[in-house]
């Protein structure tokens, strides 16, 4: 058995082109990989047969928050060109910010992204993050939308293209804020969740914006010492009263997503949860009880990431592993537009 806290137990080699680089032209129609924890077994689907897996009263819980486009591109006073990824706005309605490259920016100075929006930038902080001051105007987020781009990840190798601002989002994204989506979302088109609820099943949502924390990569050995950057999540009242009645009648819930598991985990107290807002720095790897769900639907995830170690701790590290060679044999689409896993 491998030591579950060494970083090289989650590695694994992944054909190049098995990586996704455009999302599918109906979203429900990925494939979908079905996990039976208790007899061990994989099976081979259609995204769309989900409706086959899951009964009346099994309530499902995404994570509403929507992508922004994040990625800005600026210059400096002299024409130097930096790019900006904005991470999150803060209480005094400044940005905490990653700039690339840092080295070109030295000096606290303003920026300038547009004829309308400008910023001033300070140096980085003890975490290499910096914070920007917008220039106050009346349609911010309008301008963001109008100048900025979809933060694809590294792996997409290809810029953002305008299809992507509708589909690197869930059909049910309402809350700005995440600047990577929840990606297990993306395989429901509003005709299957309509025919989910039409069987009976319930829909409930919860809030976790996506930050760098869901993706930065474990650069510690031991994955016991890696630190997750916080990100901020939420319990709408409805949803902890859906979530509490049906854990009561031990009815299933099932997490569409990393992110509503983590955001699930991070409010779970005593056999329940309560409606509120945090910001949650919980990591979830082999060794950690997972206490609030029944079942998860989850996209295939990097080597070494936190996202596979959470897998991992839910359906048992030796068969995650041999799910994801499966994948891999069976020439299953990898990462943010690739196909699901049913895990139950």
């Not at 598991?261 to 949650?280: C, H, M, N, P, V």
């Amino acid at each position: 058995m491998p030591d579950l806290y060494d970083i090289s137990s989650y590695d694994y080699e992944l054909p190049h082109e098995l990586i996704a680089q455009h999302p599918l032209a109906d979203r429900d129609q990925s494939r979908m990989m079905v996990l039976n924890r208790k007899e061990s077994s994989i099976s081979h689907h259609n995204f769309s047969e989900i409706t086959g897996y899951l009964k009346p009263g099994d309530l499902l819980i995404v994570n509403s928050s929507k992508v922004f486009p994040a990625r800005l591109f600026g210059t400096k006073a002299n024409g130097t060109k930096v790019e900006i990824l904005l991470m999150h706005e803060q209480e005094d309605k400044s940005w905490k910010a990653m700039v690339h490259p840092g080295k070109r920016l030295k000096t606290e100075q303003e920026l300038i992204f547009s004829e309308h929006l400008k910023a001033r930038i300070s140096l980085p902080d003890e975490d290499g993050f910096r914070t920007l001051w917008f220039d106050q105007i009346a349609d911010f987020w309008e301008e963001i939308f109008r100048i900025g781009h979809v933060p694809l990840p590294p792996y997409i190798e290809r810029e953002d293209d305008q299809d992507d601002k509708s589909s690197y989002q869930t059909v049910y994204a309402k809350e700005l804020g995440s600047i990577a989506a929840p990606t297990a979302g993306f395989h429901f088109s509003t005709n299957l969740l309509n025919e989910l609820q039409d069987k009976g099943i319930q829909i409930a949502e919860v809030i976790l914006h996506v930050g760098i924390g869901t993706f930065r990569p474990v650069k510690t050995d031991r994955i016991d010492q890696h630190k997750m950057h916080s990100e901020f999540c939420s319990v709408p009242e409805t949803t902890a009263a859906l979530f509490n009645q049906a854990k009561a009648e031990s009815r299933r819930v099932i997490a569409v997503g990393t992110t509503s598991l983590r955001t699930l985990e991070s409010f779970y107290q005593d056999g329940g949860i309560s409606a509120g807002s945090k910001w949650t720095n919980i990591f979830i790897y082999p060794g950690k009880k997972i206490h609030s769900i029944d079942g998860l639907i989850t996209n295939f995830h990097l080597p070494k990431s936190t996202l596979l170690m959470l897998v991992s701790a839910y359906a048992g590290y030796e068969f995650t592993r041999r799910a994801y060679q499966e994948a891999i044999r069976q020439n299953y689409r990898f990462f943010s537009y690739g196909d699901a896993m049913f895990i139950g």
